[in-house]
Structures are given as C-alpha cells and as structure tokens.
C-alpha cells in the first residue's frame, strides 16, 4: 500500500525504553528514567483523590467534548474567558492540529536547528517547506528568523524556553520580534517548560499575548511541571477566532474524563508546583557543578533539562549508561538530554556517568 507522498522522508519517533524494560534487558534492580522530563515527584497526592473519585463516575458515557469545566477553570486561573482556551490530548496533539488548521502542501514554516522534533514532523505530513534556522548559542536566533520571515511565511515554531537546549530569550527581544511579524503568519509559543523559567525573563503575562498579537497562540501542557503526561492534557490560549477554526479539525472527545478532572484538580495545587519548581531549581545546580567538575560543557538551563556534551558519541554513551541502569536522551554530534530529577536519581546519573568516562 503507498502511503502519501509526504510521508516518505518521516521516521518514527523513538521513545525512551520504558523502565521495565531495561531492567529486564539488563538484569537490573534499579533503573533512573532521566529522559522524557516527566515530573520527578510523580502526581499531586490530590489530584489522584479526584481521579479514585473519578473513576466511579460515568466512563460509560463520552467525555464533555468542550471541556467546559475545564475551561472555566483556566479563564479562573488565568482571568481570561472559556473561550480563549482550546483543550488537546497533550500539546502533541494542538501542534498537530495547529499544522492541519493552517498548512498547504508548499507553504513555508520557519523553525529552528536544535528544537522540539514535533514541529518538524506536523509541518512535513502537510507537505510544507520547511526551513531550518541556525541557532546562536544554542539560542533562538531571531535575526535569522527575520530574515527568513516573507509573505510566504504561514507558521513560526517558537519554543520558550526551548526544548532540548534549555535556553530562553528574554521577554523584549520576543516582544519586538512579534511586532514584525506579518499579521498572516501564525506564531505558535510552545510555553511547555515555562513554568521552570526565570519568573523575571519570561514574558510577563504571555496568555495575553493574542490581545496585541491575535496571530500568536501559547501553547501550554499538564506534562511537565503538573505531572500529568500520562493522561494527555494540554491547550492553547488565544484568539477565539484562531481556536474556532483549529476547533473544526479536532476530534470531537479528544480530552478523556478522567484527564479532564486531573487537570482541573492539578490548577487548584500550586503548593505541588511550587514544590517542583524548587528541587529542579535546587538540583540544576548540583548538575552544574557536576558538570564543571568533570569538564563536561553544557548550557545553562531554564527548564527542567540540561543538553551538555561527552568526547563519546552520542548513542554510545546513551547505551552505556542505559547499560548502568540511566535512561538518558541522545542527541547527536555528542550532545546528551538530560531530565533533572530527584536527589537520589541525579546521583546515580553522576555516578554511571563518572564510570563511564573513566
Ligand atoms: C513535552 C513537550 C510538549 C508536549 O507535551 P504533551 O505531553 O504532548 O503535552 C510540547 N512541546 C514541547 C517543547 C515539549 O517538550
């Protein structure tokens, strides 16, 4: 059977082995996942109440396919109204829609060189031409984009901060780079990690940005900070007329009950973020000196991961260190992922580490 022709050049994205399964492989007891940046401290205690409550209520009948709960409870949360909220099945699933929304076969998307992967992957299905911007420093490079930006431009992929090179650009210089883009070109602002950033970098109030920017879609998960990657939850916030037409793409109970009531529950507890926020801010360090000690380069991180590099191949260290009982993510040209974890996981990475470049 031949699929589509702009499936051709697609690869199947390779996720990290489950935990299991490298124990088996490897005859291990204990093995550290450090590699999908999933939230160390598991799930708020009360959000599992609401789902053992959850769990007796209805899953015989379909989702509410608006989320309307939900999204009263993130216009509460964000003082905005319901309708500049669209819920997803992870924010996978609204760069997905996003990209069916807008993309003709031969439109251009900019993006850059070290980003999400997914961005990649929701232009091509579409069959859009695609073009990849060097970074500066493993930083966005806005000029390139601005360069590169014309009439023909239909989406710009922005992470911030940026998955995998951690970095993030400062409040002013989005802020005068979305005063230049055309009014025609959609900005998506994958907001993933931005609850690990700086609070006095990031841009102030970006669930706002559609107020000035009507082109600009944040883009948000309960995957990171709220721990919730296993129920598949996450939005954009912007123009309700931008979300009214990615709303004619999306699959009318694409957010399952269950990850509805977890999400509501998981806004309400902030004490669980601010948790979170401070061992990843606490232990980032403890990697940094690591780092330093060893020699390893690496780039200063505001998310809850670190890309640093090793004088071994990329998929060679990944291998040894999976063999150690650490799950790492491999990049390429020697550059590794690594998720920031708790105390206990951080020192068996430092320890597998210091075996395998010895
Ligand atoms: C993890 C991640 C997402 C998607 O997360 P979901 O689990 O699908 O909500 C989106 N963007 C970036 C940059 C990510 O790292």
């Known amino acids: ?98 990209a069916k929304t807008y993309l003709n076969p031969g439109d251009e998307v900019l993006l850059s060189e070290w980003s999400f992967v997914r961005y990649r992957d929701v232009s091509q299905i579409m069959g859009a031409n695609i073009r990849t ?90 995957s990171k900070i709220y721990g919730l990657a296993g129920l598949r939850v996450g939005y954009a916030i912007g123009d309700p007329d931008i979300l009214g037409q990615i709303n004619l793409v999306r699959g009318p109970f694409n957010v399952n009950s269950l990850a509805q009531v977890a999400a509501r529950v998981a806004l309400e507890d902030q004490e669980f973020l601010q948790k979170v926020y401070e061992n990843n801010l606490e232990q980032k360090k403890v990697f940094y000196d690591y780092f330093e000690r060893r020699g390893l380069s690496y780039h200063p991180s505001e998310t809850n991961h670190i890309l640093f590099r090793t004088p071994l191949p990329s998929q060679e260290f990944f291998e040894k260190m999976q063999a150690k009982g650490v799950i790492i993510r491999p990049m390429r040209d020697g550059y590794i992922r690594v998720s920031i974890g708790l105390p206990e996981e951080n020192e068996a990475f430092f320890q597998a580490c210091d075996e395998v470049l010895e």
């Open 133 to 222: 911007l060097p970074m500066e420093d493993f930083h966005f490079d806005l000029d390139a984009f601005r360069d590169a930006m014309s009439e023909k431009t239909k989406i710009i992929w922005l992470c911030n901060p940026n998955n995998p090179t951690g970095t993030l650009l400062p409040q002013e210089e989005i802020l005068s780079f979305l005063k230049e883009v055309p009014s025609e070109t959609l900005v998506v602002y994958d907001e993933a990690y931005r609850e690990f950033a700086d609070p006095e970098q990031v841009v102030e109030d970006s669930h706002k940005l559609f107020e000035n920017f009507p082109n600009v879609l944040d883009v948000r998960t309960f």
């Open 1 to 98: 059977m031949k699929s589509r022709k702009e499936l051709e050049h697609l690869t199947a994205y390779i996720p990290g082995k489950p935990i299991d399964d490298v124990k088996r492989e490897y005859g291990l007891d204990r093995v550290v996942k450090l590699a999908s940046n999933e939230n160390p401290f598991g799930t708020s205690e009360k959000v599992k109440e609401a789902l053992h409550e959850a769990v007796d209520q209805n899953l015989n009948l379909y989702p509410d396919g608006n989320a309307t709960l939900l999204k009263e409870a993130l216009a509460d949360f964000y003082d905005l109204s319901p309708e500049n909220f669209l819920l997803s099945s992870g924010a996978d699933e609204m760069l997905d829609l996003i």
